[in-house]
C-alpha cells in the first residue's frame, strides 16, 4: 500500500495565504529562464487570434455603424436601416482584422429598429435574449461531455455601447430602462452620440446630469479598472470623464497642410481626432488599446458566471445539500436526468397509446364506409337485376307476341288466299286493307287469274302490291 | 534555443471556428496591438504555475536534476544516509521564485521508492492515482455552481523519466510505466547519470531507446500529433531526434578556466553541466522552461484533462451505460489508476452524442 505525503498544499495566490500555507519563497542563484514565460502566453495567443465582441444600442440614426466603422477604420457595411420595423432586432456580422501580427475576430451587434415602435415596452426584451442566448451557448458547450472549448467561436458579447440621444437635458425613459435591465449582464460604456450639436458648457452639464442619474437609479456602468498601477491613473481619470462624447465620420477634410477624419460644416470643422472637439480619442484608447483584455475577462469570470449559476441553480443544482453536506453536481445531474428519462418514457407510452387509440379509431371509421358502400353495391346491383329482369320478361312477351301475331298472319293468309281464290276480287280488298291503319304487313296476294289475263297489268299490280308490302314499316 | 520561439498550441486547428468571415482592411493603425500588452500585464500580475513530476530510481540523481534546472538549493543533500523507503512515496514541494518580475510558483513531486523493491507489479498505479487526484480535483472545481475566478491548477504537467544508463535498452519497468504513464500525462524520459557512457555508447542507446519506444507505441513528449503547422514539426522533429536527452545534474560549482560553473569534480576531470560537448542539460532546460512550458501545460489541459473528464463523466457502475451518463458515486483511486488503453486524441472518440 502506498502512503501519499504531501509536505504543502498551494492554493490561493495571496501572500498572507502563501505564508500561512507555509509555501516557501525561494531565491534562485543564477539564471533559469523563465521569464520568458509571458512571451510564451503572448505567442500562443497571437497564433489562436483574438476575438472581441461588441453591442451597439441606440436609436436608428443616431450613428452607430459611423462610430464603429471609425474606431476600427474600415468602412464595414453601406445600407442603412430603416425606421418602419416592427419590433427589434438585433443583426450581427463579424469581421477579420489584422493588425502586425495580431488577428482580431471582431462580430458587430447592431440594433434594428430601436426606439422607433410606436409601443416601446418590449424595446429592451430581444436585446436581452441575445445575450442571454449567447450565455446559454457558451455554457452548453461547456457542459458537454466531449467539448472543444479552445477551438469554439466565443460570441459573448464584451461590451455595449449604449448611444444617448444628445438632447442636453437628461436621460430618455426608454434608456432608463433598458440599461437597467442590462447592466447584469454586459459591460456597458455610454457614449453621447452626434456630439457635435451640443456645446462645450452644456456638454458639462449634460455629463455631469447623465451620471447622477444613472447613479440614483442604481444602473452600474462598466467602470475601467484601477488596481494596476501602470493604467490605474488614466483609468481613473477616464472614468470621471465617462459618458463620452463622441462623434464619428469616415470623410477627410483638408485642415491646414494635413488630412483629418472631420465633419465639415458652413461655420467650421469638427475633427474627430482632435481631443478638444470631442472624445472620440479616448473611447479608442480605453476600449481597445488598454482595457480590451479587461473587458472580456469581466465578461467571462462575472457575467458569465453569474448567468451560469443563475441557470443551474434555476434547474435545482446547489453546492450544499439539505443537511449541509456538499452535493456533488453529478449526483444531482444524475437524479434529475433519471427523472427527465422516466417522464419522457412516460410520455412516449401516453404518445403511443393515443397513436394507436386514433389509428384504431380511423379504421372503425373507415369499415363503417366500406360496408355501406358494399351494401349500397349490393342493393344497385339488386335493382340491377330485377330490372334485367324485368326486360327480360318483356322481351319474352313481345316475343310470343311476335309468334302469335305471326301465326295469325299466316292463318289469315292461308285464309285470306283461300277466300280470294273463291271471290276472285282483290283489289277492293287491297283497298281496304291499304286503309286500315297500323298494320305492318301487307299481304302478298298474286292473283294467278289476272296474271294470266293480262301480263302487263298484272306486274305492274305485283310489283304494287309487293313494294307496298316492303315499304311500309 | 530562441526563447522567443512561437510554442505551438495543441490543437487541430487553433483558430476558433466560425462561419466564414471576410477579412477588412483598415485604412490607418488603430491600437489592436495594444492587447498583447495588455495581456502580458495580466500574466505577470497573475503569476504562472508549473508542476513537475519526477520519476525513477533512487540513486539517478532526480532530487540533484531538480536542483540544478531551478537553480534552488536545499539545505540537505537528499538520499544520504537516508535507506530507501519500504514503498512507494510521492513528495510534494512548493516553491515560489520570481525572475525579472515573472513569478513562478513550482510544484515538484518526488516518487521515492519507485522500483526499489524486488517485486515492483503496480508500482505505478499510486503515480496514477497521484495524477488522476488531481485531474479530479480540478473537476471538482471546475462543475461547482459557485465557482472561483482561478481554479488553482495541482496537475501535473510534465513528468520526467529518468533511465538508468543501462547502456542497453528499455527494461520491462521502464516499458511498463511509460506505456501506462504516456497516455494520462507528458512524459519526457532522460537518461540519467549520462557521465557513466560515452558519446558513442550514448548514441547506441539513444537509438535502441527510441526504437523501443517505437515498438512499444510510446508517445512521448513532444507529441507528433499535436504538432501544428509545418515550422513546429520542424523544430519538434530535432527535439524528438535527441529525445531522451543524455543528462547529468550538479550542484556544487567548480572554478574551469577562470570561470565559475556547475559541474561534477572526478580525478580524471570536471564534467560541465551546461556545456552541451559535455551532456544535454541545456536542452532539458531549454525543453521544461523556456520554450515549451506553455506548451506543456495546454497540453495538459486541452488534452490530458479532457479526456480524463470525458471518462470521468461516462463512467457508471451501477446504470446501464447510454450517452452522456454520469457516476452517481465519486470514483475511488484504485479504480482509475488503470485507464483503459486507448489512443491520446483529440475529440475523435467514437461514442454516441454529447447532449447535455
Known sequence: MATKTTCMSSQGSDDEQRKRENIRSLTMSGHVGFESLPDQLVNRSIQQGFCFNILCVGETGIGKSTLIDTLFNTNFEDYESSHFCPNVKLKAQTYELQESNVRLKLTIVNTVGFGDQINKEESYQPIVDYIDAQFEAYLQEELKIKRSLFTYHDSRIHVCLYFISPTGHSLKTLDLLTMKNLDSKVNIIPVIAKADTVSKTELQEFKIKLMSELVSNGVQIYQFPTDDDTIAKDNAAMNGLLPFAVVGSMDEVKVGNKVVKARQYPWGVVQVENENHCDFVKLREMLICTNMEDLREQTHARHYELYRRCKLEEMGFTDVGPENKPVSLQETYEAKRHEFHGERQRKEEEMKQMFVQRVKEKEAILKETERELQAKFEHLKRLHQEERMKLEEKRKLLEEEIIAFSKKKATSEIFHSQSFLATGSNLRKDKDRKKEPGCGFELLCVDVRTCENSGGRKDAEKGREGHSARGRP | MDPLRRSPSPCLSSRPSSPSTPPCEMLGPVGIEAVLDQLKIKAMKMGFEFNIMVVGQSGLGKSTMVNTLFKVWKSNPPGLGVPPPQTLQLH????????????????????????????????????????????????????????????????????????????????????????????????????????????????????????????????????????????????????????????????????????????RKTNWGIIEVENMAHCEFPLLRDLLIRSHLQDLKDITHNVHYENYRVIRLNESHLLPRGPGWVNLAPASPGQLTTPRPFKVCRGAHDDSDDEF
Open chain 2, 92 to 263: 510534494s514541494v512548493t516553491h515560489v521564485i520570481e525572475e525579472k518580475g515573472v513569478k513562478l510558483k513550482l510544484t515538484v513531486t518526488d516518487t521515492p521508492g519507485f522500483g526499489d523493491q524486488i517485486n515492483n507489479d503496480n508500482c505505478w498505479d499510486p503515480i496514477l492515482g497521484y495524477i488522476n487526484e488531481q485531474y479530479e480535483q480540478y473537476l471538482q472545481e471546475e462543475l461547482l455552481i459557485t465557482r472561483q475566478r482561478h481554479i488553482p491548477d495541482t496537475r501535473v504537467h510534465c513528468c520526467v523519466y529518468f533511465v538508468p544508463p543501462t547502456g542497453h535498452c528499455l527494461r520491462p519497468l521502464d516499458i511498463e510505466f511509460l506505456q501506462r504513464l504516456c497516455q494520462t500525462v507528458n512524459v519526457v524520459p532522460v537518461i540519467a547519470r549520462a557521465d557513466s557512457l560515452t558519446m558513442e555508447e550514448r548514441e547506441a542507446f539513444r537509438r535502441r531507446i527510441q526504437q523501443n519506444l517505437r515498438t512499444h507505441c510510446i508517445n512521448v513528449y513532444p507529441q507528433m500529433c499535436f504538432d501544428e503547422d509545418i515550422n513546429d514539426r520542424i523544430l519538434n522533429s530535432k527535439l524528438r531526434d535527441r529525445i531522451p536527452f543524455a543528462v547529468v545534474g550538479a550542484d556544487q560549482e567548480h572554478l574551469v578556466n577562470g570561470k565559475c560553473v556547475l559541474g
